[in-house]
């Protein structure tokens, strides 16, 4: 069972190199000079080797983390534009003019997707969000297998700002699995730098409403660990998941004092099977098979569920997506009596 899961995770990756490399275009030279010919293209829209860093109606501006470089996508994943993003962000203020993409809701709710795993991964719950709300829905794209998390956090940074430059005052954000470390960094940098500045709010920087947490490894993640026992085990690991992955278990003694509990109302959904043994034998108590219930506790929580699902079905399965769409509308899962607030952490 061992060899066919490592198995699995070395021909997975050798599919995204591969296929990376067939939509990666060349770079430009260091000084970013010449206006490079573009033919409009379908790529795989990111994978794992691109950051989103602006998104403008269907239009999203991307940086590629090996060269640096910038693409335009539409919003079926066609590249319309690629150079340097000032090249990048004068075509997509060009098409927003000639098709006249309306500028965003002042409250716009972002979705963060897990380890491995790509924007389209949370379109079911885009869309179980968009049947309650009127805010627009975006979902930010990042390279989880690529860089660490304050890289990451820094790309959500630049991502959030350039939505704050574009009228955004309010978001939201559901975030799932490790998109958690990214968004709590990314919260505690904000914070540090909002204590540096005497309490002034950095430029740009929208104000947090609600924040829905979907199976977050809050306290690192004990099955990540597990893969360190054996050297095997413990060397493909490291390959395969890279700084951010080993930062959600070996390493996230490197990260854990920078994550920030949120200051605005935030509920937690976490996966589990109710015996309090839960799916996976490696997992202290109950668990969906990746995170622990208690892994997933945080202290200041305004509501926290525990449902009978796996990790993955979080994402698609009625039982977690109404309770989002509910917690973003009313700032409770089920009922405003039946909030179940976190006091403490591990309960």
Not at 100 to 129: C, E, F, N, W, Y
Not at 159 to 177: H, K, N, P, Q, T
Not at 270 to 282: I, M, N
Request: proline share 5%.
């Amino acid at each position: 069972m061992l060899r066919r899961v490592l198995l699995t995770i070395v021909l997975g990756l050798a599919c995204f190199q591969v296929r990376e490399l067939f939509t990666e275009e060349p770079g430009l030279d260091a000084a970013g000079r010449g206006a490079p010919i573009n033919w409009q293209m379908p790529t795989f829209g990111g994978m794992q080797y691109w950051a989103d860093e602006q998104i403008a109606g269907p239009l999203r501006i991307q940086r590629n983390v090996n060269t640096g470089h910038y693409r335009l996508l539409n919003g079926s994943d066609e590249r319309l534009a690629w150079g340097t993003y000032p090249q990048c962000a004068a075509k997509l203020a060009e098409i927003r003019r000639l098709d006249q993409i309306k500028p965003p809701t002042t409250r716009v709710v972002i979705l963060l997707h897990g380890m491995a795993r790509t924007r389209h991964s949370m379109d079911d719950i885009a869309a179980a969000i968009r049947k309650v709300d009127g805010a627009d829905v975006v979902s930010f794209g990042y390279p989880s297998l690529q860089e660490d998390v304050p890289a990451l956090a820094r790309s959500f940074d630049l991502f959030v700002r350039r939505l704050g430059a574009d009228g955004v005052l309010e978001i939201d954000v559901v975030a799932y699995s490790m998109g958690n470390l990214v968004t709590r960094y990314w919260l505690g940098e904000v914070a540090a730098q909002t204590a540096a500045a005497g309490g002034v709010r950095p430029p740009n920087v929208p104000q947090l409403r609600r924040y829905v947490m979907l199976g977050p490894p809050n306290h690192g993640a004990q099955r990540a660990n597990l893969w360190m026992e054996n050297t095997i085990g413990r060397e493909l690991f490291n390959f395969a998941v890279g700084d951010g992955g080993q930062q959600l278990g070996p390493r996230f003694h490197e990260i854990k004092d920078r994550l920030a509990t949120p200051e605005a109302e935030f509920g937690i959904i976490a996966g589990g099977k109710g015996d309090g043994v839960g799916w996976h034998d490696g997992i202290d108590g109950d668990d969906d098979g990746t995170v622990g219930v208690r892994e997933t506790q945080l202290a200041g929580a305004t509501d926290f569920v525990v449902v009978p699902l796996k990790h993955r079905s979080l994402l698609h399965e009625r039982e977690s997506l109404e309770k989002i769409a509910s917690f973003l509308k009313n700032g409770y899962f089920t009922a405003a009596e039946a909030r179940h607030p976190l006091l403490s952490d591990h309960k």
